[in-house]
């Protein structure tokens, strides 16, 4: 099963090759022997590994044999985020944002709260998506699919589906209950591509130029190139935001569970304030078995990645940063944060975040007989002042949840915006009534459709 995603650390030219379409697959044994060998090479705790692997196990048995896991107790420095797909160029192309979806991205919870039946409230629809097009929108409840109420027995595959379904809606009535409506709209899944740069506006309140910006995933590319149109893109935004005298900067990164590190170093050369192409972002340390291959094929450098010089750069600018999150803020999310506190007040406003301060590779067979990806854990990331310290996530200064009553991105009614605008100007006078920041209760999501957008947390080399 699909874990939450992890950090990113992207390998390109050293893992990939060009595909073979008369390879003969591999035998059980091979495919099994793969598994075990890049585990005991790349695997973060790869002196965990058991001593005798059972071979004759499937390959998802056989790797989950291998991981050193998380336990509260006995292995609190366990592994809580490797994972393994039966698929390795599906795989890739998840890393890349590219999947068969709806475009829905959901937020799953018990409703009412103690009981069996499972609603869907929707964070976002993507944009140019078969949902979007049918009309689904930020805040839309779903409450039925092909007129069966979701279940933890059939949750799964209603959601995660490549046919059409046929969608029921719900509503918040006047009391803040949840009721099922007549309205109902049909989806097909496609396969899309996801632009991470959902949205930003600049909010003016007196002296206070804010930048806002909702970021969904680190991402560089389109599946399948090479031509960083995200990140260059996000250059772009903050290219607005100079030209304006942004003098605040939100980056909503509520949904964000990840992606690619270079993307997160990108943005937070974007973002760092006193800044040099000298000063480091963070620090990785790998296994005490690759750790000596890469020092002598790369020197130390390897080890740290630095901050880009950027003509967009703000920070100089910037009297506040202030970073929304959700408990589904994971990754390169948490790494941004922790890489830029050595340098500047990160505000953080939301809720504690996943703790993922590890990072994956994907690892694939070069010769194209194994058909299996691995992503397992590689690293651990440092930030500059070599601190590590956020396995359980990181606390946010001014804890906010967002409710069940969701408000389109940028408005001041969205109670995390809210908080971060009161944040900013110090003024009661921003401060909304009652009635406008409703957010119907709260309801404790039990998983998400973000957890699946595979950037979250994974990468291969590119040094």
């Known amino acids: 099963m699909r874990k939450v995603l992890l950090l990113v650390l992207v390998f390109t030219g050293v893992l990939s090759s060009c595909r073979d379409k008369n390879v ?66 599906a795989l890739k192309a998840e890393l890349s944002g590219s999947t068969k979806t709806t475009g829905l991205q959901l937020r799953l919870f018990y409703y009412p709260t103690g009981g069996t039946n499972i609603v869907g409230l929707v964070g976002y629809a993507l944009p140019g998506s078969p949902a979007a097009l049918a009309g689904f929108k930020r805040g839309d409840i779903i409450t039925r699919i092909d007129d069966k109420q979701l279940t933890a027995s059939n949750y799964y595959d209603l959601i995660y589906s490549d046919v059409a379904r046929k969608y029921t809606l719900g509503a918040l009535n006047e009391q803040d209950a949840i009721v099922e409506t007549t309205t109902t709209r049909n989806v097909t899944p496609v396969s899309f591509q996801e632009d991470p740069v959902f949205f930003d506006t600049t909010l ?29 893109k996000i250059d772009n935004v903050f290219a607005s935001f100079k030209s304006k005298n942004v003098n605040s900067l939100v980056l909503d990164l509520r949904y964000n569970p990840g992606g690619y590190v270079s993307s997160a170093t990108n943005l937070a050369s974007l973002i760092g304030k006193g800044i040099t192409s000298n000063d480091i972002f963070y620090y990785k340390e790998y296994n005490s078995t690759l750790t000596p291959i890469l020092e002598k094929r790369y020197g130390k450098e390897y080890f740290t990645d630095k901050f880009s010089a950027k003509s967009q750069n703000i920070g100089s600018g910037l009297q506040h940063l202030i970073i929304l999150t959700s408990n589904r803020t994971a990754s390169a ?69 967002e409710g ?19 944040e900013i100007t110090g003024s009661a006078t921003v401060r909304q009534k009652a009635d406008q920041l409703r957010t119907a209760g709260y309801a404790d999501d039990f998983s998400t459709t973000f957890e699946r957008k595979a950037g979250g947390s994974n990468m291969f080399f590119d040094k």
């Open 24 to 89: 003969d697959p591999a035998t059980d044994l091979e495919t099994s022997n793969w598994i075990v060998d890049q585990m005991k090479t790349w695997y973060y705790w790869n002196d965990k590994i058991p001593a005798n692997p059972d071979l004759t196990l499937a390959p998802e048995a056989l790797f989950n044999s291998l991981l050193y896991k998380f336990d509260a107790t006995a292995r609190p420095d366990g592994d809580r985020f490797s994972w393994i797909e039966s698929d390795a160029d």
């Open 333 to 401: 999310s948490e790494l941004l944060i922790n890489g830029l506190k050595p340098f500047m007040k990160v505000t953080v406003i939301g809720d504690q975040t996943v703790g993922k301060n590890v990072g994956s590779v994907t690892l694939s067979d070069d010769s194209k007989k194994v058909k299996w990806g691995l992503q397992p854990i590689v690293t651990k990331s440092f930030n500059s002042l070599k601190q590590s310290d956020y396995s359980k996530g990181f606390t946010p200064d001014i804890p906010v949840k």
């Open 204 to 232: 003016q309140y007196g002296s206070n130029t804010i930048g806002y910006l909702v970021y969904h995933q680190f991402i560089a590319s389109k599946s399948g190139s090479d031509k960083k149109e995200y990140d260059q």
């Open 404 to 422: 069940l009553r969701l408000f389109p991105y940028g408005n001041p009614k969205d109670p995390l915006l809210a908080a971060a605008i009161l």
